[in-house]
């Protein structure tokens, strides 16, 4: 039996009040006029709205309980953002960090091609290849792993890429070792601007490949 829900005939507010609505029809009847005007209100809304929502959708885990690890996800990234930013990193590498694992909990399986899709437009080709494979360099850390998927060789395969070093250097002194009480933890409020300005960033068309 299907069951039938209310629908709420109430537009949604708009960003600003310069916006403009599109006529209440399904996109395939959208022309011309409605893809333009899509196109040029999504750009400050994805300024506005987007670095909010990725430092959101990570303080929200903020409180979340560990599966084992001395320190759940949200700390284990605010502390590899923090020795970043100690080490004296550029911004860029510094939201790397810290959102390097973003995914672990919403993707387990594929968070680091999933950090990699949402940061890929706004940062560098080195940045966007550490992100896609520092699980897999993390595999060479894990001594004496009883999974079979984890394999401290595996990273192997691409020894000799020009984003090999820095993304083994990456996991060494700024992943694998996050994981531990009392190392140090910077405020969100510290990274926020920073996030805001990669994200601020025109973004570029990428696409996401094994290489």
Do not use: K
């Not at 091609?113 to 940062?123: G, H, K, R």
């Not at 910077?186 to 990428?206: G, I, Q, T, Y």
Request: charged share 25%; glycine share 4%.
């Amino acid at each position: 039996m299907s069951r039938s829900f209310p629908g709420d005939p109430r537009p949604s507010r708009l960003l600003s009040p310069e916006m403009q609505h599109v006529p209440p029809v399904e996109m395939q009847d959208f022309r011309r006029a409605e893809w333009t005007l899509l196109r040029d209100q999504r750009r400050p809304f994805d300024a506005e709205l987007q670095a909010r929502h990725v430092l959101r959708a990570l303080e929200a885990s903020a409180a979340d309980p560990s599966f084992g690890y001395q320190v759940n996800n949200y700390r284990h990234c605010v502390q590899a953002a923090t020795a970043a930013l100690q080490d004296g990193r550029d911004e860029e590498y510094v939201v790397v960090a810290l959102l390097h694992d973003i995914g672990f909990t919403m993707c387990p399986t594929n968070h680091g091609p999933f950090a990699a899709a949402l940061l890929a437009p706004y940062v560098s080709d080195a940045s966007r290849w550490l992100l896609e494979h520092h699980a897999l360099f993390l595999d060479f850390h894990c001594h004496d792993h009883p999974e079979d998927h984890c394999d401290p060789a595996a990273r192997e395969r691409w020894r000799g890429h020009p984003h090999f070093a820095a993304t083994a250097d990456f996991v060494a002194r700024f992943d694998q070792g996050t994981v531990i009480p009392g190392l140090p933890e910077a405020p969100l409020s510290v990274f926020a601007p920073m996030v805001a300005r990669l994200f601020a960033r025109p973004p570029r068309r990428f696409t996401l490949r094994d290489d």
